[in-house]
C-alpha cells in the first residue's frame, strides 16, 4: 500500500550494531540473485534493525550496485516499511467506518494526551508506537484498539486509560 503524506527523510543512527549489519550482509550474500531481490532485501533489514535508518538504506544501495535514492523511493512509497523506530508496543487505533462512528476518534484523542505523541510517533521512553488502521474486520467489537497482536474491543476512555497504564506498569516491573 503506497504511503500518503510520506515525510521525506530518515533518521541518521551511528551506532548501529556491526553484528547487525552481517546478518544482513549474509542474507543478502545468500540470495542466488540480488536483481529484483530489494523488496526482499529491505524487509529482512527492517526484521533485522526494527526500522530503517539511513545508514541501512545506503548499506543496502552499496550491496545492491544500485543508488540510494532508489532504495529510499521504494522504502518511502510502501507503509509497511518504517524508517524511524519503533516501540516496544504498537498501540493501533481501527478507523474503519464502525469504529468510527462508535468512538474510535475519542479513544485515538487521548492515547495522543496520555502518551504525548501524534499518529506515527513513538513515546519518548519507546514504550509506545501510535497508529491508525483503516479496518481490522472486528466491526462487532467497535471501536477496537490493537495492541500489538492483541485486539480490545467495546472500549470506552476510561477502559482505555487502565489498559494503558498496565502496559506502563508492566514495563516499570510493578505487579499489577
Do not use: W
Not at 509506545?128 to 490493537?146: D, E, H, I, Q, S
Not at 497482536?149 to 494503558?164: C, F, S
Amino acid at each position: 500500500m503506497p504511503k500518503t503524506g510520506v515525510r521525506a527523510q530518515t533518521i541518521s543512527v551511528k551506532d548501529l550494531p556491526p553484528e547487525k549489519f552481517t546478518r544482513l550482509d549474509e542474507y543478502i550474500n545468500s540470495l542466488p540473485s540480488t536483481k529484483g531481490a530489494l523488496i526482499d532485501i529491505i524487509y529482512k533489514a527492517q526484521e533485522i534493525f526494527g526500522f530503517l535508518p539511513r545508514e541501512v538504506l545506503l548499506h543496502i544501495a552499496r550491496k545492491m550496485g544500485i543508488s540510494g535514492a532508489e532504495v529510499f523511493g521504494v522504502v518511502s512509497f510502501y507503509t509497511n516499511f518504517t524508517m524511524n523506530p519503533q516501540g516496544l508496543h504498537t498501540i493501533s487505533v481501527c478507523m474503519g467506518t464502525a469504529c468510527f462512528v462508535k468512538g474510535a476518534p475519542a479513544l485515538a484523542q487521548r492515547l495522543q494526551e496520555k502518551l504525548g505523541i501524534h499518529e506515527g510517533e513513538t513515546t519518548k521512553d519507546g514504550l509506545f508506537t501510535l497508529k491508525n488502521l483503516r479496518c481490522v474486520g472486528a466491526c462487532g467489537l467497535a471501536p477496537v484498539v490493537m495492541i500489538d497482536d492483541k485486539i480490545y474491543g467495546r472500549l470506552t476512555v476510561a477502559e482505555l486509560d487502565q489498559i494503558i497504564e498496565s502496559y506502563q506498569k508492566e514495563a516499570a516491573g510493578v505487579a499489577h
